[in-house]
């Protein structure tokens, strides 16, 4: 009997464990920038047009947050704050796309993505400890999942430095509050445009003064400016980019046509 070839070897394998990404080159992207410039649209897309996988790494902090707000702990109260992200199971289900945060087994969907978690999501993320453990988290996932766009605030800078591609997205802030409204909006969800426009900004100011894992552009990021681009603009600079850098990396699923 012909020994069986390693190529079929290496098939039934893949199959056995559902990994599609073994035998293929790790790809992590990251996407950094504040909220409303269209980052977790942008990275959705992008990872279904090169074929890899997405982590909305804000969706973490935002459970964390929910579940302070749920245990009626202050989001100032740095232990047990930190108790709780040490504590609390948060993993994706990446069989959905895109996938949904789970904490403790339970989705919360987008409860996640109402005014008191937002309101003080940026108090729970401060928290050393709270970013010591999702950086971790994150860095668990990358190495699960390395063949990934990854979007929030610290990606190329703390948690995948050594990253393949690296994005930071900026927009002018009353654009940003305009999106954040209309994507409330087409949610059914409360959306004053004036208030969003004075909580982005003092959000800005807390992700970007805190001592850990403050919200920064990388040296070695790629700066697009979203503000006078619709979507499907910036995922296409953002498809060339990536193409042009990572053509040996991505594959077959990153050709035209896809
Ligand atoms: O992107 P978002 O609005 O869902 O993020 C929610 C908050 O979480 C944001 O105020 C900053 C924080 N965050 C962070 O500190 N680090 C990340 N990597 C992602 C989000």
């Known amino acids: 009997m012909e020994p069986p070839c390693f190529a079929a070897v290496l098939g039934s394998l893949l199959e056995v464990f559902g990994n599609t990404h073994l035998g ?17 649209t942008v ?3 992008l990872a279904q047009r090169l074929d890899l996988e997405f982590l909305d790494t804000g969706a973490m ?7 302070v707000i749920e245990r009626g702990v202050a989001p100032t109260d740095a232990t047990a704050v930190s108790a709780i992200a040490e504590e609390t199971d948060l993993r994706f289900d990446f069989g959905i796309s895109p996938p949904p945060i789970l904490v403790d087994g ?6 996640i993505r109402l005014d008191d978690v937002t309101a003080c999501v940026s ?10 453990a999702m950086v971790r988290a994150q860095q668990e996932i990358g190495r699960a999942h390395p063949r990934l766009v990854t979007e929030g605030r610290d990606q190329g800078t703390v ?3 050594d990253a393949e591609l690296k994005v930071y997205l900026d927009a002018r802030p009353e654009i940003r509050a305009r999106r954040r409204a209309l994507q409330l909006r087409s949610k059914r969800m409360p ?3 004036a208030s969003i426009l004075r909580a982005i900004i003092e959000r800005d100011r807390l992700d970007s003064t805190r001592a850990t894992g403050r919200m920064a552009r990388a040296s070695d990021a790629v700066l697009v400016d979203t503000s006078d681009l619709d979507t499907d603009a910036v995922v296409e600079r953002l498809v060339g980019i990536a193409r042009d850098r990572l053509e040996s990396v991505l594959g077959v699923a990153s050709g035209d046509g896809d």
């Open 191 to 193: 959306s004053d445009e």
């Open 106 to 111: 339970r989705d919360v969907g987008d409860r």
């Open 24 to 40: 293929r080159p790790r790809v992590i992207i990251t996407i950094d920038g504040p909220a409303g410039t269209g980052k977790s």
């Open 61 to 67: 902090y935002r459970a964390l947050t929910l579940l």
């Open 159 to 161: 948690v995948f430095p």
């Open 123 to 132: 108090l729970v993320a401060a928290h050393p400890a709270v970013r010591e």
């Open 43 to 45: 990275a959705f897309m």
